[in-house]
T-cell receptor
Framework: DPKIIQKPKYLVAVTGSEKILICEQY?????MYWYRQSAKKPLEFMFS???????DNQTASSRFQPQSSKKNHLDLQITALKPDDSATYFC?????????????FGPGTRLTVL | GEQVEQRPPHLSVPEGDSAVIICTYT??????FYWYKQEPGAGLQLLMS?????DRKEEQGLTVLLNKKDKQLSLNLTAAHPGDSAVYFC???????????FGTGTLLSVKP
């Protein structure tokens, strides 16, 4: 059974709209993350959460808002979508924060903004 | 901030041969290193983690070497098989900013 679930797998949106990417982990981890993989850049860190609290935000735009309704959920709301937001978004989790804790990744949500 | 350069970007080897991927990092304070594998349309699978107090680690046909003096990390897949075909990422953690810094990836093709 998949331990980290991301929904949907594929998402197509129009410019200016809003979408929510879902992530649930069943590893019992306390830290969760979002990463973005686009054609033009290496995989890049966006956010980290620990015990449902935002710990680090490396995203310049406030259009990206993580939401944690439960300890094992970390959704990503993206507003006012732009074509440059097209990318695959990966959710990850780890037992704790810090480099000694290995991060495990979900299968990703591929977002295309037209 | 930390940067991780990875080479080669593409690597093709016959089945049974070895494949070597090399990464160079910039921040000597980087304390943790990882190798991930990404198959087409899939997420990232953690292959191995290496802490900076280790020079060499071997697991299941994979060998990771860490040269802190040259700030270089390598992954050697011995006796590669077609199922090893994927994109491989080296990743650093620590140094400037507590987050994973990904290399640019190496697309490995293993020909039967």
């Amino acid at each position: 059974d998949p331990k980290i679930i991301q929904k949907p797998k594929y998402l197509v949106a129009v410019t200016g709209s809003e979408k929510i990417l879902i992530c649930e982990q069943y590893l019992g981890h306390n830290a969760m993350y979002w990463y973005r993989q686009s054609a033009k850049k290496p995989l890049e860190f966006m956010f980290s959460y620990s015990y449902q609290k935002l710990m680090d935000n490396q995203t310049a735009s406030s259009r990206f808002q993580p939401q944690s309704s439960k300890k094992n959920h970390l959704d990503l709301q993206i507003t006012a979508l732009k074509p440059d937001d097209s990318a695959t978004y990966f959710c990850a989790s780890s037992q704790g924060l810090g480099g000694s804790y290995e991060q495990y990744f979900g299968p990703g949500t591929r977002l295309t903004v037209l | 901030g930390e940067q991780v350069e990875q080479r080669p970007p593409h690597l093709s080897v016959p089945e049974g041969d070895s494949a070597v991927i090399i990464c160079t990092y910039t921040d000597s304070a980087t304390a943790y290193f990882y190798w991930y594998k990404q198959e087409p349309g899939a997420g990232l699978q953690l292959l191995m983690s290496v802490f900076s107090n280790v020079d060499r680690k071997e697991e299941q046909g994979l060998t990771v070497l860490l040269n802190k003096k040259d700030k270089q990390l390598s992954l050697n897949l011995t006796a590669a098989h077609p199922g090893d075909s994927a994109v491989y990422f080296c990743v650093g953690y620590g140094g400037s900013g507590n987050k994973l810094i990904f290399g640019t990836g190496t697309l490995l093709s293993v020909k039967p």
